[in-house]
């Protein structure tokens, strides 16, 4: 079994520019979340989603930060615009249901020059 | 506010020997906590999951115990090898309802060969 995919694994980009990440969860998962991750930190939740409502987005950041599940499969995570403290890595992950087991994606380590 | 704690940050132990990592949650009222590991520039791994009615969770060398009263929970690894070496961290879930994940900062593991 595929487990949770996202890409890219590695992005950098100048402060100010758009960027965009992709997360595919474990087929059949209807809850996904959305973590960042700071260098020697625990993950923190961003957003997540059951199925394609948006049931968390709380810690969100919403004058630069959206995201969406459309189909309740994919999601993308969008970041505009970019800036210094965003530098982090951004995690993907998906259960298959609230209360289960989580599995994690790779990640994307985000680098903002 | 449920905070999480995971002590020692660091450990050093020469291959072979029996270990246990610490976690601490300050809110007993969890719904259910979770052990991952993590290796350098990769995602989580899940190791084990303890519903909140539950006691300890055994994976071949790993078990895992959870104590609400206290706000504890031990990683307890047996016979560890140099493979071993990562970050261990453990999340709760506060309660039902939020299934938000409060992670620790994580213990980094290194085994000696």
């Known amino acids: 079994e595929a487990g949770v995919v996202q890409s890219p694994r590695y992005k950098i980009i100048e402060k100010k520019q758009p960027v965009a990440f992709w997360c595919n969860p474990i087929?059949?998962?209807?809850?996904l979340y959305w973590y960042l991750q700071n260098l020697g930190q625990g993950p923190e939740l961003l957003i997540r989603?059951?199925?394609?409502?948006?049931?968390?987005d709380s810690q969100l950041p919403k004058d630069r930060f959206s995201a969406e599940r459309l189909k309740g499969v994919d999601s993308t995570l969008k970041i505009q615009p970019a800036e210094l403290g965003d530098s982090a890595v951004y995690l993907c992950?998906?259960?298959?249901?609230?209360?289960?087991?989580?599995?994690f994606g790779p990640g994307t380590r985000l680098t903002v020059t | 506010k449920q905070e999480v704690t995971q002590i020692p940050a660091a450990l050093s132990v020469p291959e072979g020997e029996n270990l246990v990592l610490n976690c601490s949650f300050t809110d007993s009222a969890i719904y259910n906590l979770q052990w991952f590991r993590q290796d350098p520039g990769k995602g989580l791994t899940s190791l084990l999951l303890?519903?909140?009615?539950?006691r300890e969770q055994t994976s071949g060398r790993l078990n895992a115990s959870l104590d609400k009263s206290s706000g504890r929970s031990t990683l307890y690894i047996a016979a560890s090898q140099p493979g071993d070496s990562a970050t261990y961290l453990c999340a709760v879930s506060p309660h039902s309802g939020t299934y938000k994940y409060i992670f620790g900062t994580g213990t980094r593991l290194k085994v000696l060969a």
């Open positions: 992950a998906s259960s298959a249901g609230e209360g289960y087991e989580q599995y």
């Open positions: 087929s059949g998962h209807n809850t």
């Open positions: 989603y059951e199925n394609e409502e948006a049931v968390d």
């Open positions: 303890i519903q909140s009615s539950q």
